[in-house]
């Protein structure tokens, strides 16, 4: 089955300065990724998804993410972090054809002004 | 209303009630499911919902019980819950199998 890591469970940047969260999976073939973010008492929002094709995708709220097979990673990017992204943000992974996605344990970001 | 709603958004309850949590995706969506979110825990898939037939259930215990009346509707029925049940329940919603998953705001459940 796959799984997926989020190896930093708490980040603080500050406001403006650019932004990377890492997400690392394990499975056997190309899987279908995925980043969410979940503000405070609320349920979780896409931002943007991987499939296939170009391995850099771009989301909302101008955040973006990259695929890259060799490193079994699909890292989160912003440029310009603005304080209303705090939140907590959860990388997952997905298979085709198949229910089970796999959330990783969220790394919760902190925006100093 | 768009979306995934949830009702109630918060609920409290005692070992001994029985109560449902609802959820309602207006997306046209063939797959349900609800998650567990507790604190400094990972994300808990519960319950799978495809064509309004459950295809998972994660060893989940007897107290919670799903129904899937049709594909725009999922419920959670709860009776007799324990106090380390208290967390965030989720509904989301995806097109198919493995395709990205809408979720609802949640419920927040306490149980005392």
């Known amino acids: 089955a796959q799984s997926v890591t989020q190896p930093d469970i708490h980040i603080t940047v500050s406001e403006g300065a650019s932004l990377e969260l890492r997400c690392n999976y394990s499975y056997g073939a190309t899987p279908y990724l995925f980043w969410y973010v979940q503000s405070p008492g609320q349920g979780l929002q896409l931002l943007l998804k991987y499939f296939s094709g170009d391995t850099l995708v771009q989301g909302i709220k101008g955040f973006e993410a990259e695929f890259k097979r060799s490193q079994s990673s699909f890292n989160l990017r912003k440029p310009s972090v603005h304080w209303s992204d705090a939140a907590e943000y959860f990388c997952a992974v997905g298979v085709p054809n198949n229910n089970d996605m796999r959330f990783g344990a969220g790394t919760r970001l902190t925006v100093k002004p | ?112």
């Open chain 2, 1 to 112: 209303e768009t979306g995934v709603t949830q009702t109630p958004r918060h609920l409290v309850m005692g070992m001994t009630n029985k109560k449902s949590l609802k959820c309602e995706q207006h997306l046209g969506h063939n797959a349900m499911y609800w998650y567990k979110q507790s604190a400094k825990k990972p994300l808990e898939l519960m319950f799978v919902y495809s064509l309004e037939e459950r295809v998972e259930n994660n060893s989940v215990p007897s107290r919670f019980s799903p129904e899937c009346p049709n594909s725009s509707h999922l419920f959670l029925h709860l009776h007799t819950l324990q106090p380390e049940d208290s967390a965030l329940y989720l509904c989301a919603s995806s097109l198919s199998r493995g395709s990205e998953q809408y979720f609802g705001p949640g419920t927040r459940l306490t149980v005392t």
